[in-house]
């Protein structure tokens, strides 16, 4: 690589972060002094590859390529070949920026920790969100105690090509204890900080996410500039275990693991689970639909009050049945208020008392929102409690506070098919606060509750 396109570029892109950051009152990029170690987490993509050869120059860097899935025994000889292509392609990456790369396998822990959850999960029937789960336990959490042990705690930078940011809070006062932020990236279309709402903090304060700063189209023309090997290969697309071509067949995939429990298919007469029930098939169980698709089953289209096109509005785990009404836009598949469970604050320096006025400001000057899949719109949120459990009435244990709550939302615009098991990301502004599953959603106003 050309050392005079290196600067240029690295030039260029420290430019865009000084003037994308002013925007942010007393937050700022942290950077690695000259001789510290980086880690450059590689997956053979752009934005992983933009985000290695900006810190390239570093004579301790090194890049890092986790294994997390294979496909060896997959009939599908695409799916098969992906990782094996993923791990040439970051080997050229590597090469071309003379930086060494090592593989590492997680494949035992992204089974564990990952994959038999989410199928438990779909068991149950509830949509959960295997990407959250990735970050949290594998890409931030199992290679942070692999770093740890090679290079000591807190003795390395880690460089991700998340489109997030991570910053450090400017104090002026130079208070003891440093406090650092998880920020919605400046591409929206991009933006993955929902993905990133579970990380343990403790990890930010040796965390980079470059990509944050930039548009993916400054990306591709870096990269371009640079003459990366990687700088027009094709975004991936879904969870590592479907590969771009597979988006369709994700309920075949699920089959193979989950066993078939079959229930009724049914309308509800008078929309109450206590109204009369009509049968109109059969489903292989409650995994095999999410809340809000279309659902392909033959109804009487002579017939004005079933013509139409038909949706999944509720499961109902006691009886395995899934209920279905009519229309995309029906009553049913919208709701304003939501309950989530196992609501963890992201700062784990944050008090429930400041988590609080947190909530208390963002409420009153209309920045506090939610997100419950990502790239969403902002959401906006109009009421926001801690709601008691039974285990942990006062939120106090042992004497003790503790960051995993249960909150209760209402939101001023019903959303559709916000379905358990979902996160609920909520964010101050561009701000991650924390995040949590939804435990369910219904239309009540929650104040009181």
Known sequence: MSLGRFNAVASKYQNLVKQRLSELNNWVQPSPSKFDNIVIAMSSGVDSSMSAALFSQYPNAKGIYMRNWTNANDSDSELKNCDEQDWKDAMKVAKYLNIPLNLVNFEQDYWIDVFEPMLKSYQLGSTPNPDILCNKFVKFGKLNTYLDEKFGQNNYWLVMGHYSRVLKQNDINKSVEQRYGLFKGIDTHKDQSYYLSQVNSKVWPNTILPMGHLFKKEVREMASELELPSAKKPDSQGICFVNNSQAGKFKNFLKEY????????????????????????????????????????????????????????????????????????????????????????????????????????????????????????????????????????????????????????????????????????????????????????????????
Request: aromatic residues 8%; glycine residues 8%.
């Open 258 to 449: 989950i066993p078939t429990e079959s229930g009724n298919i049914i309308t509800l007469e008078n929309d109450t689970q206590n109204g009369k029930r009509l049968v109109w098939g059969q489903h292989d169980g409650l995994w095999s639909y999410t809340i809000g698709q279309k659902i392909g089953i033959s109804m009487p289209q002579a017939d004005p009050k079933y013509k139409g096109t038909w949706f999944v509005s509720e499961k109902i785990t006691k009886t395995n049945e899934i209920v279905i009404v009519k229309g995309r836009d029906n009553i049913k598949l919208f709701h304003n208020c939501l309950k989530v469970g196992q609501f963890e604050i992201l700062d784990d320096t944050t008090s429930i008392t400041t988590f609080e006025d947190t909530i208390r400001n963002g409420l009153k000057e209309g920045t506090l929102h939610m997100q419950y899949r990502s790239l969403q719109e902002p959401i906006k949120v109009k009421h926001c409690k801690i709601v008691p459990t039974e285990s942990n009435d006062t939120f106090n244990i042992n004497k003790k506070e503790t960051k995993i709550l249960q909150l209760g939302l209402e939101l001023y615009e019903s959303q559709r098919a916000m379905a358990a098991g979902q996160y609920c990301c909520l964010y101050n502004g561009n701000q991650v606060i924390g995040s949590g599953p939804i435990l369910n959603t219904h239309n009540n106003n929650i104040r009181g509750t």
